[in-house]
């Protein structure tokens, strides 16, 4: 097999076709050209030099959003270094478990994190370093960046589009957390496929993402995609806000808006100006449902098309997808040329009709080779080469497809299946109702029912007994909810989803 390597196609390429002046990462108002990153890069291969790490060893990143993530990141690749880029948010025990199962000889942690170089260096046998980011290391058990300054040229490993490229860990809104191992190849695939033939990209968009890098979307929004056609990633290093992203918006002027769906709706409720999100061509959303008024509203306040689509950290973007040339509110949209889709079964079959809910299997060229030593689980996944998703949906006779809910979501009220999206799409509807989640619950019966939770708009304090007349007069009985609890916020994952156990638990 010939050579690959994605650093190489990624930066590389872009340097050697004399466009290593073009501005790759802005942030905070700095910025960092194709040439300065890759001078960075060589840097982070004669750092893992140093320290003696070679092909195939790992290297847990817990970095934020800033330059030293694509260098350390892409560094790590160019000899061929597994980075396994770990969420900020994790701490203590979260954190030293994760990185423990990776196996990782080398932590490296952005300044602000210093302080879990202790616990890092006493829980993790593996862990043979500690690298911290920024001026020094002063106080910690760990290493500090800024001894090692070699940027001298270093040469690129020498790897196939097949071999092992990164780590990303997952365990979406249950489970114990799992190594999604990708190969080099996989992420020019999710360019070809959804970027190229859903976006359009070209090196004169700009790229600002509300997910992070160490998500398999934000790693697709801020570092394969722009790099990809040797655009600029806008990188914000803290949690975004409504108001900090509205302002990003209106003075980096990013083409391309990436968010999750509450975010949306959240900027929504903080009632931005439309000349303040003139700059978007488009906005995309995953990792929930988008409900259709809310796809609705923010496509008429930017005046352009807001494309909600589903993809997941084993295949590693999106693939499903409303599209610029047509989108459908509240639905996922097409299958994205590239991938094939299909509803299965409680027993597997293969579900043929239109409009029958059904389990959606997934394949595609960048789908996860497996989970790391966890060969159950990776058999259950990817075992017959379709990537179960866990998630239920629908398909219409002209192939757009509508997501019902997570396998363990749905629910049964009177012996027949009510989908939590579309008894929340009813409710957010209403005026008062920011978001909703709806969740199963056993009344003293021992029967199931639906119980909704609703975070109220700015302003208003909803009525229960006006949100049920709502429900009632917008969606058959047997999928009202029978409790109507209004609530603050709602319990998040890192990436937006909504844990509907710890409601499941309450309710």
């Given at each position: 097999?010939?050579?690959?390597?994605?650093?190489?196609?990624?930066?590389?390429?872009?340097?050697?076709?004399?466009?290593g002046g073009w501005?790759?990462?802005?942030?905070?108002?700095?910025?960092?050209?194709y040439?300065?990153?890759?001078?960075?890069?060589?840097?982070v291969?004669?750092?893992?030099?140093?320290?003696s790490?070679?092909?195939?060893?790992?290297?847990?990143?817990?970095?934020?959003?800033?330059?030293?993530?694509?260098?350390?990141?892409?560094?790590?690749?160019?000899?061929?270094?597994?980075?396994?880029?770990?969420?900020?948010?994790?701490?203590?025990?979260?954190?030293?478990?994760?990185?423990?199962?990776?196996?990782?000889r080398?932590?490296?942690?952005?300044?602000?994190?210093?302080?879990?170089?202790?616990?890092?260096?006493?829980?993790?046998?593996?862990?043979?370093?500690?690298?911290?980011?920024?001026?020094?290391?002063?106080?910690?058990?760990?290493?500090?960046?800024?001894?090692?300054?070699?940027?001298?040229?270093?040469?690129?490993?020498?790897?196939?589009?097949?071999?092992?490229?990164?780590?990303?860990?997952?365990?979406?809104?249950?489970?114990?957390?799992?190594?999604?191992?990708?190969?080099?190849?996989?992420?020019?695939?999710?360019?070809?496929?959804?970027?190229?033939?859903?976006?359009?990209?070209?090196?004169?968009?700009?790229?600002l993402?509300?997910?992070?890098?160490?998500?398999?979307?934000?790693?697709?929004?801020?570092?394969?995609?722009?790099?990809?056609?040797?655009?600029?990633?806008i990188?914000?290093?803290r949690?975004?806000?409504?108001?900090?992203?509205?302002?990003l918006?209106?003075?980096?002027?990013?083409?391309?808006?990436f968010?999750?769906?509450?975010?949306?709706?959240?900027?929504?409720?903080?009632?931005?100006?439309?000349?303040a999100?003139?700059?978007?061509?488009?906005?995309?959303?995953?990792?929930?449902?988008?409900?259709?008024?809310v796809?609705?509203?923010?496509?008429q306040?930017?005046?352009?098309?807001?494309?909600?689509?589903?993809?997941?950290?084993?295949?590693?973007h999106?693939?499903?997808?409303?599209?610029?040339?047509?989108q459908?509110?509240?639905?996922?949209?097409?299958?994205?040329?590239?991938?094939?889709?299909?509803?299965?079964?409680?027993?597997?079959?293969?579900?043929?009709?239109?409009?029958?809910?059904?389990?959606?299997?997934?394949?595609?060229?960048?789908?996860?080779?497996?989970?790391?030593?966890?060969?159950?689980?990776?058999?259950?996944?990817?075992?017959?080469?379709?990537?179960?998703?866990?998630?239920?949906?629908?398909?219409?006779?002209?192939?757009?497809?509508?997501f019902?809910?997570?396998?363990n979501d749905?629910?049964k009220?009177?012996?027949?299946w009510?989908?939590?999206?579309?008894v929340?799409?009813?409710?957010?509807?209403?005026?008062?109702?920011?978001e909703?989640?709806?969740?199963?619950?056993?009344?003293?019966?021992?029967?199931?029912?639906?119980?909704?939770?609703?975070?109220?708009?700015?302003?208003?304090?909803?009525?229960?007994?006006?949100?049920?007349?709502?429900?009632?007069?917008?969606?058959?009985?047997?999928?009202?909810p029978r409790?109507i609890?209004?609530?603050?916020?709602?319990?998040?994952?890192a990436?937006?989803?909504?844990?509907?156990?710890?409601?499941?638990?309450?309710?």
């Amino acid at each position: 097999m010939s050579h690959y390597n994605v650093a190489d196609w990624l930066l590389d390429r872009h340097v050697a076709d004399g466009n290593g002046g073009w501005v790759a990462v802005r942030c905070d108002g700095e910025d960092t050209t194709y040439g300065q990153l890759q001078k960075q890069a060589w840097r982070v291969q004669h750092t893992l030099d140093e320290l003696s790490l070679s092909s195939g060893d790992r290297v847990a990143m817990v970095v934020n959003d800033e330059p030293a993530f694509p260098a350390w990141f892409l560094g790590c690749q160019r000899s061929g270094v597994i980075p396994a880029a770990l969420s900020t948010m994790l701490r203590g025990g979260e954190l030293s478990a994760i990185v423990a199962d990776s196996g990782a000889r080398l932590v490296v942690l952005s300044e602000q994190y210093r302080e879990l170089a202790t616990i890092l260096s006493t829980d993790c046998p593996s862990v043979e370093n500690i690298l911290v980011l920024g001026a020094s290391a002063e106080g910690t058990r760990a290493l500090s960046w800024s001894d090692f300054d070699n940027g001298d040229e270093a040469p690129v490993a020498d790897t196939t589009a097949d071999s092992p490229a990164f780590w990303l860990y997952s365990s979406g809104t249950t489970g114990t957390p799992k190594g999604v191992m990708h190969r080099h190849g996989s992420p020019q695939a999710t360019v070809e496929t959804y970027a190229s033939k859903v976006l359009g990209i070209d090196q004169n968009d700009r790229f600002l993402s509300i997910a992070k890098l160490f998500f398999a979307y934000g790693l697709g929004n801020s570092l394969t995609f722009p790099f990809a056609v040797g655009a600029t990633a806008i990188l914000h290093p803290r949690p975004p806000t409504p108001a900090d992203m509205v302002e990003l918006i209106a003075a980096e002027e990013p083409s391309l808006f990436f968010a999750s769906p509450g975010f949306v709706a959240a900027m929504l409720d903080a009632a931005p100006s439309p000349e303040a999100l003139a700059s978007l061509r488009a906005t995309v959303t995953a990792g929930e449902s988008l409900p259709a008024a809310v796809q609705t509203r923010f496509s008429q306040l930017t005046g352009k098309p807001v494309l909600d689509g589903i993809g997941s950290t084993e295949l590693l973007h999106i693939f499903i997808s409303n599209t610029v040339e047509k989108q459908v509110p509240g639905s996922s949209g097409i299958v994205v040329d590239g991938y094939e889709a299909q509803l299965r079964d409680d027993n597997g079959g293969v579900i043929a009709d239109a409009d029958v809910p059904g389990y959606l299997h997934v394949k595609g060229p960048t789908a996860a080779t497996g989970y790391w030593q966890k060969e159950a689980e990776t058999e259950a996944a990817f075992g017959d080469g379709w990537v179960k998703t866990g998630d239920v949906y629908t398909r219409s006779s002209d192939d757009c497809w509508t997501f019902l809910g997570r396998n363990n979501d749905m629910i049964k009220a009177g012996g027949i299946w009510v989908s939590p999206a579309e008894v929340e799409s009813v409710l957010i509807d209403h005026p008062d109702v920011l978001e909703a989640a709806v969740v199963g619950s056993r009344d003293s019966d021992g029967l199931e029912a639906a119980v909704a939770y609703v975070v109220p708009t700015t302003g208003t304090t909803p009525d229960p007994v006006a949100l049920e007349q709502h429900c009632r007069d917008n969606m058959a009985a047997f999928k009202r909810p029978r409790t109507i609890h209004v609530v603050a916020d709602l319990p998040k994952t890192a990436t937006g989803k909504i844990k509907r156990f710890e409601l499941r638990s309450t309710s």
